[in-house]
T-cell receptor, first 112, second 111 residues
């Protein structure tokens, strides 16, 4: 049973395109997150939703738009992709905003 | 000053030795501390969480927290080659509802 899953695992696309990454968790958690891990392996929070409500929105270009249709899903849509968006994007979930976070397998985005 | 600092390594230890990984943080009011392990190309997986000053042991792993000195450490006893990975320290800061990660320490256990 996969606890936190993401699709796709790999995404290769051209600059200027729009793409989406999907995340689902079957842990019954209330809180979900998107993190970006850059080429230097630094893991940084982008967004967090608690019970479908946005609670964290770090300094991220507004080309990035998260959407949470329900507590078990958190998607990330990226418009007008740029070279600098190339990274691994991790989804995570936790029981509540201060509890242990469990990570999905990651989506490696490459923008050409 | 970075919010969470770790030595990037690599930290190289022989098999069977104790590996000691350290992390310092800047937010004195931080309450929750986590150690994650990340193998190359994989996602971070939780090893330990610690919330109170002192030591917390789980198998070969011991987390140590000293809030007065603002550091948290992870000891790995009887290190195995399979422990070779990057270890990420994560801190939940005051009033924050997200983790701040250090840049990670790469551990290499030599057979």
């Amino acid at each position: 049973d996969t606890a936190v899953s993401q699709t796709p695992k790999y995404l290769v696309t051209q600059m200027g395109n729009d793409k989406s990454i999907k995340c689902e968790q079957n842990l019954g958690h209330d809180t979900m997150y998107w993190y970006k891990q850059d080429s230097k392996k630094f893991l940084k929070i982008m967004f967090s939703y608690n019970n479908k409500e946005l609670i964290i929105n770090e300094t991220v270009p507004n080309r990035f738009s998260p959407k949470s249709p329900d507590k078990a899903h958190l998607n990330l849509h990226i418009n007008s992709l740029e070279l600098g968006d190339s990274a691994v994007y991790f989804c995570a979930s936790s029981l509540n905003p201060t509890d242990t976070q469990y990570f999905g397998p990651g989506t490696r985005l490459t923008v050409l | 000053q970075k919010e969470v600092e770790q030595n990037s390594g690599p930290l190289s230890v022989p098999e069977g030795a104790i590996a000691s990984l350290n992390c310092t943080y800047s937010d004195r009011g931080s309450q929750s501390f986590f150690w994650y392990r990340q193998y190359s190309g994989k996602s971070p997986e939780l090893i330990m969480s610690i919330y109170s000053n002192g030591d917390k042991e789980d198998g070969r792993f011991t987390a140590q927290l000293n809030k007065a000195s603002q550091y948290v450490s992870l000891l790995i006893r009887d290190s195995q080659p399979s422990d070779s990975a990057t270890y990420l320290c994560a801190v939940m800061g005051t009033g924050r509802r997200a983790l701040t990660f250090g840049s990670g320490t790469r551990l290499q256990v030599q057979p």
